[in-house]
């Protein structure tokens, strides 16, 4: 006798027979005597046709009336869904994000959630009413439609489940998980069953696409657990809370890695104060998004400075910094764009030492040379050459034992 | 400088060369300094796409839901407009109908307007917006969405002008005016620059269909000039106004006729007081319409009850009118399919005499018997044998002189 909210993306409502099925899923947990929330992304295709046709009259659609037009694609199936529910049985009711009131920001397309409107939904679960919500959209104050961007039902579920205080927030996908790692580079990859919020942002981030980031943040904020499971397999998928005292966690939780970064490199720039700046503030100024930094002292009173950007950005980025290298009077500029980033993340790392180590000495014993390595709290990251990728998140898979089911310090 | 209210139908909006056709056309009118209200349809075909996906959900789809479902057409077709509008440098906002809160009663799929807030559009007009408004839809007192049945967006049109007092409102269609008559059976039909509300009232409802009846009778009640005209063709269309004292009107402005009737008789039935009722009670319990009615007082004591009915329902209302006369003691029950109805329709019957005595002499003429007569203010129906009717049509056309551009008495 739980309050679930329960998110089906597009894929998952993407034809007349899929949102049958969710409509049997969720009469099934209705059986089990749940409360349920359920919250429906537009049918997969239907917002890249919308944009489609508005690129088609605006070359650069307004913001404003691009909102609208999106927006239609969840009340679409919120009400096929809610038809298919009552055609077996189950009283439930459709909200348009306007209709619950979820008040965002004027940030049309990307839309920041402001409040959200208990009340209504509140009554048609008191009533015995399944609640269904459009994704994705709400309302700003002056009654304009806003949508919340990309991915942006993920963060309806997580927001609706932290006002409503649900049990549990269950994100419905294609996948039945979250991985130790992406099994098409490693077969012996396994689903997790659980992992924190942190660990999941640090491996959203670096690319194991499954959530939206904004979500689990959200979720980690309002402590709203967070389950993602297939809507097409059954199983328990993989659960997202806080770490527990005394639960026995895996040192390292997963492995993740990024195929589209760029190394850049300046050598020989004055180190003294302020140069960082000077090196990076352009960058910025360019639009430019950097990830890893690493500056190494040189042998003279120089120092080499070194980050990395998306590979789309590294033309520009590398002009940008040949002119920033005669400003300084630097040696040299230097980059590569056959490199790849891979990261081990487990909240593990904060109370035990040696994971640095363990992931070194792996590398090194496949004569895998690491070209850059930053480390945080919970993560720790190398750069290596692009070739190596398979066999290093292979070795590191295997060097940490994550085809077990628990890896012990 | 006028204020004109537009309305574009689903096939003025029906592909993206469609919409930016209607964008080039509204700009037109804001560059001779009109201000502009536009209101559209869902792109021709939509509507019904979105009926199908329903019925696919659930057999019978729910009418809330459905609304919601529904909605989304115009939703689409408004965003798109505006885009358009911005592409070719026109300012211009989009209004959904809860948005403009355009408030309804909650009969969900056939809803009536009950009020209009006028603020939001008046302060876009003031601040030189064009004014897009989705067609069809409502909001009740609650927040649902509704919609006001099939051709709504007509209505939807003369409410927003006769709310913010427009000068015109144009309802722009796949034909450019009112005929005298269908021009497929009379080639020489002529477009009518002008009628009367009561006139078109009478016309759209023998079987014109180029207005809803409900916009009509709202433009008449509010007083709000609508024209009639082609998106696709210029001209002046039909002005549908009230009658003006001094004018020279035409006797007859137009001759509609109706296909699909079937006529049925009870003979001989007791003349006495309740008769009509105890034929007609169960033919309106059983939901069939009746036409017209006509009784004849017979050569003894009984008298003889005739109906016409729509063609669909012939066989049920003839079941019953056997079971009605067995229980009146009637001499007998018949009934004819191959029949139609035809009707002389102008003002200018009310005030000159011989308008009937002209139509009966020219149907004799042509030997087309008339087999049921019926009359109301304005109109003049009878009802003949369906072989008859382009004939009997063309006749009269000819006989009120109705391909001249006006018919003086």
Redesign the interface.
């Known amino acids: 006798m739980a309050l679930i909210v329960q998110k089906y993306g597009g894929t998952s409502v993407g034809s007349?027979e899929r949102?049958?099925h969710v409509a049997r899923k969720v009469k099934s947990f209705r059986d089990q005597g749940h409360d349920l929330v359920v919250v429906l992304s537009a049918m997969s295709g239907e917002t890249n046709r919308?944009i489609d046709?508005?690129k088609?009259?605006?070359?650069s659609?307004?913001a404003?009336?691009?909102d609208?037009?999106l927006?239609?694609g969840e009340?679409?199936t919120?009400?096929?869904l809610?038809?298919?529910l009552?055609?077996i049985g189950v009283d439930a009711?459709?909200y348009?994000g306007?209709?619950v009131r979820i008040l965002t920001d004027s940030s049309f397309n990307k839309a920041r959630i402001l409040s959200i409107e208990e009340s209504?939904m509140r009554k048609d679960l008191d009533e015995g009413r399944v609640v269904v919500a459009a994704g994705f959209q709400g309302v700003d104050e002056n009654?304009?439609?806003t949508t919340l961007g990309r991915g942006g039902s993920d963060t309806t579920a997580v927001a609706l489940a932290a006002t409503l205080k649900a049990d549990e927030c269950q994100i419905y996908t294609d996948v039945d998980g979250v991985y130790t790692t992406d099994p098409r580079v490693v077969p012996e990859a396994r689903r997790l069953n659980r992992i924190t919020f942190e660990e999941m942002l640090e491996l959203a981030s670096l690319g194991s696409k499954v959530l939206q980031i904004r979500a689990v943040e959200f979720a980690g904020k309002y402590n709203v657990p967070l389950r993602v499971l297939s809507s097409f397999k059954d199983g328990e998928g993989t659960l997202i809370t806080y770490e527990e005292d005394g639960m026995e966690e895996p040192l390292i939780s997963g492995i993740a890695f990024q195929r589209d970064e760029a190394k850049l490199t300046i050598l020989g720039v004055p180190d003294e104060p302020g140069v960082a700046y000077r090196i990076l503030g352009p960058i910025g100024d360019a639009n430019i998004e950097v990830d890893m930094i690493v500056q190494n002292v040189g042998a003279d009173d120089t120092t080499d400075f070194t980050f990395t950007v998306n590979r789309n950005d590294y033309e520009k980025a590398l002009k940008i910094l040949q002119s920033t290298a005669e400003e300084l009077g630097a040696r040299d500029v230097n980059g590569d764009v056959k490199i790849v980033k891979i990261s081990v993340v487990g909240v593990g790392m904060r109370s035990h030492a040696g994971i640095a180590a363990t992931m070194f000495k792996a590398l090194a014993d496949e004569r895998i040379n690491i070209r850059m390595i930053s480390t945080s709290e919970i993560k720790t990251s190398v750069v290596v050459d692009e070739k190596y990728l398979e066999l290093a998140v292979r070795t590191l898979h295997s060097a940490f034992k994550l085809e077990q089911e628990l890896t012990q310090a």
């Open positions: 007349i949102i049958m919308l046709l508005a088609q009259v605006q070359s659609p307004d404003r009336e691009l609208v037009l927006s239609t009340q679409q919120i009400a096929l809610v038809m298919a009552k055609q009711r459709s348009t306007p209709q209504r009654g304009n439609t």
